[in-house]
């Protein structure tokens, strides 16, 4: 049987108000009831002063202990009748006549505490009364005590009327309390399951694929936080989703340009409207590169996330790796009217996987390459700085926008003018680079050259956790 979480809620919150409060009222009760027997005791005791009094003028020093009193058990008695007179029996024929059973509970001790006559149990609620010379045992010790024990059930109508008049109002307390409690325990659950059934809901709309709908956050406390959650996650998958539709777009449009031109060069093949010369294989062969390209930046992105796509991290030096890079890169370069100028440090070691930093620089190297007017200038340079291996690319004019910067690590991405489709790039050659460096650990940031074209700049961690 399946329990609503409102009901799971109440019942602890009211089980646990029962417990604390039947503990309470018991504890209470036993402690009343104790309570008002001590009370009674020291009223009971009170009565003793004269009977205490004459016990001090009958005490003989030289025979110290009421022997007299020891020797012959109704001595005892007949002391206790003619110098005490218990309530409801004035004539005091017969102590056991009392209904407070005073002869039952009364106890003469010495002055060690041992017992010289009368009742012989003594029961855990009790009073002593000393016996002294002085009334307030100043002149010395006492010379023994009263011992007056609770008793086992009174019979007195007034006395058992405030006790059961307290029970009663205890009861009605805890009445009170219990059904304030049972209140209380509602209103906390339901005030904990309001959220909780908007965030039920709101999950049941992003496991549809509504993306957006959003929860208003009108809390300050973990459940507040728990929709914060929500919203953020809400906003994550839309843009995932849209993302992801932009992304088979592009991918759908960028493949479909190579396919064209080689479907079209084939068909002017097959028609017979072009020969297969040197020309028109050489636009073939640059169609299915720039396919093949494409296919593998989409393979590298597509991967960029999986700890394998950079697991051969080893000890490398970055200096060596750029150097590598720039001397198989040089002579495009140069065919491409570009100066290169580097400025690296003997060496700077570090954690790294070669081939995808080599790919990095490769992919910058031709970035500017294809988008730097001739004769231009690149500048590379290597530093290091706070823990981290820095390397910078810069080129000289065109450059984008400002307001352009940003969107430039965006895939399929081209920014208008001299940086177009025409100069034969897929669209994911910084892309690419931000996957490798991100898998490394570190970042890459473009901004304007102070040649006057672009500067891109990413940082390596010397040292991997």
Not at 197 to 215: F, M, P
Request: glycine content about 6%; aromatic content about 6%; some cysteine.
């Amino acid at each position: 049987m399946r329990t609503s979480l409102t009901t799971k809620i109440f019942l602890a919150i009211a089980s646990t108000s029962v417990l604390v409060i039947g503990t309470m009222a018991l504890l209470v009760a036993l402690s009343m009831r104790d309570g008002f027997s001590q009370y009674l005791l020291r009223g009971e005791i009170a009565r003793f002063n004269t009977l205490a009094q004459e016990l001090a003028l009958a005490h003989d020093p030289a025979a110290p202990g009421w022997p007299e009193l020891k020797a012959e058990g109704e001595a005892w008695n007949a002391f206790v009748i003619k110098h005490f007179r218990p309530p409801g029996n004035p004539d005091g024929d017969d102590v056991k006549a009392d209904p407070l059973m005073i002869g039952d509970r009364l106890t003469l001790l010495d002055a060690q505490g041992d017992r010289i006559a009368g009742a012989t149990a003594r029961s855990a609620i009790y009073e002593q009364r000393p016996i002294c010379v002085a009334a307030d045992c100043k002149d010395g010790a006492p010379l023994g005590y009263l011992h007056l024990n609770a008793p086992e059930f009174s019979d007195s109508t007034s006395d058992g009327f405030f006790i059961r008049g307290q029970y009663t109002s205890l009861a009605f307390s805890a009445l009170i309390a219990l059904l304030l409690s049972a209140a209380a325990a509602f209103l906390i659950a339901r005030q904990i399951l309001i959220p909780i059934k908007r965030l039920e809901g709101g999950a049941k709309t992003l496991a549809s694929g509504d993306y957006s709908q959003r929860i208003e956050k009108d809390r300050t406390d973990e459940l507040g936080d728990l929709i914060a959650y929500h919203n953020a996650l809400a906003e994550t998958l839309a843009k995932a989703s849209q993302a992801e539709r932009e992304w088979m777009s592009n991918t759908s449009h960028e493949l479909q340009t190579p396919l064209a031109v080689l479907r079209a060069q084939i068909e002017a093949l097959q028609d017979g409207v072009r020969q297969p010369n040197q020309e028109t294989l050489a636009e073939m062969h640059a169609a299915q590169m720039r396919l093949s390209r494409l296919v593998q930046d989409l393979k590298i992105l597509t991967h960029s996330r999986e700890p394998e796509h950079v697991a051969s991290f080893n000890q490398e030096d970055l200096v060596e790796v750029v150097t590598d890079a720039v001397r198989v890169a040089r002579p495009m370069l140069e065919m491409a009217g570009l100066e290169i100028d580097c400025a690296f440090p003997e060496t700077l070691t570090l954690k790294c996987d070669r081939t995808r930093i080599s790919q990095v620089i490769d992919n910058l190297l031709q970035n500017a390459a294809r988008y730097t007017d001739p004769p231009g200038k690149i500048r590379l340079r290597i530093w290091r700085a706070k823990g981290f291996a820095h390397v910078s690319i810069e080129d000289t004019p065109p450059t984008v926008p400002d307001d352009v910067l940003p969107r430039l690590f965006d895939r399929f991405f081209r920014a208008e003018g001299s940086r177009s489709r025409a100069l034969g790039g897929s669209g994911l050659g910084l892309s690419v680079c931000e996957a490798i460096v991100e898998a490394h650990g570190g970042k890459i940031s473009v901004a304007t050259s102070e040649l006057g074209g672009l500067n891109v700049t990413f940082t390596l961690p010397e040292r991997r956790s």
